[in-house]
């Protein structure tokens, strides 16, 4: 296995990649509503991506049909847009978006309410975003991938979820999906030194119930095989000497 170190130039154009994507979100965030068909989101998520001179990195990866992946409730990831996925109040949606800048790849997600979603489900999602920022405390030069693996877990197992096994994070860069895999619980050995310059995707995924998912007929969506609520928090980031820098946060967005 290797894991690619950006140069200096790389690393100026993932910026800008992970910058347009977090405005992507941002947008998105903006338009969900009650009655909005995942397909809008889409829609939407799209024409903004190819409006700033980008290329959706999911569509057609694998054959995935479309630029977002809308994942809503018991979804993990990878659910497929439709016009016949109504958001509607209560729900949770998590959104999975990438995009190609001048060649070098970002790739973020968030999960939102729509409209006035249950404390369980806000705690769910709230505990899913921190677990990512407790990981990533531990992404920086000299220390070990897999410190990294083993606090999303230890941070979500006390707060009495679990981490999905069958779905890990990735290196990012002039691919979507690069060495290493980045699984979000702990593993055997340290796994690689972290170096500078290294760009990783960090993307814990939350069940409220049991770690167990299963996919739908569709081959792509993945959702909890207890049907409980699922929540997903990833950004791209750069691994620095003294920690790391994240490249897909939105603007205005706090940890
Ligand atoms: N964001 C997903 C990941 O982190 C990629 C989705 S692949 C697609 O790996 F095909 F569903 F788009
Ligand atoms: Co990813």
Request: hydrophobic share 35%; aromatic share 8%.
């Amino acid at each position: 296995m290797s894991v690619s170190i950006k140069s200096p130039k790389q690393i100026e154009l993932m910026r800008e990649a992970g910058r347009l994507l977090a405005l992507v979100h941002l947008e998105l965030y903006k338009a969900l509503k009650p009655g909005m068909s995942t397909w809008d989101v889409d829609q939407l998520g799209e024409k903004m991506i190819r409006d700033f001179g980008c290329i959706p990195n999911f569509k057609n990866y694998n054959g995935y049909p479309a630029a977002i992946c809308v994942s809503v409730n018991d979804e993990v990831v990878h659910g497929i847009p439709s016009k016949h996925h109504i958001l509607q109040e209560g729900d949770i949606v998590s959104l999975d978006c990438g995009l190609i800048y001048k060649g070098l790849h970002s790739d973020a997600a968030r999960t939102w309410g729509i409209g006035e979603i249950s404390p369980e489900a806000k705690r769910l999602i709230s505990v899913t975003k921190t677990s990512f920022f407790e990981g990533i405390k531990l992404a920086k030069e000299g220390n070990h991938l897999f410190q990294i693996s083993a606090a999303i877990q230890d941070y979500v197992e006390a707060h009495g979820y679990s981490v999905v096994r069958d779905l890990v994070g990735h290196g990012i860069g002039t691919h979507l999906h690069e060495d290493p895999q980045i699984p979000n619980f702990r593993q055997r050995g340290r796994g690689i030194r972290l170096q500078s310059g290294m760009t990783l995707a960090v993307e814990p995924m939350v069940n409220e119930g049991h770690y167990d998912v299963e996919w739908l007929d569709d081959d792509w969506t993945v959702v909890t095989r207890d049907g409980s609520l699922s929540a997903h928090y990833e950004n791209t980031i750069l691994v620095t000497p003294d920690g790391c820098e994240i490249l897909t946060m939105m603007p205005g967005e706090e940890p």
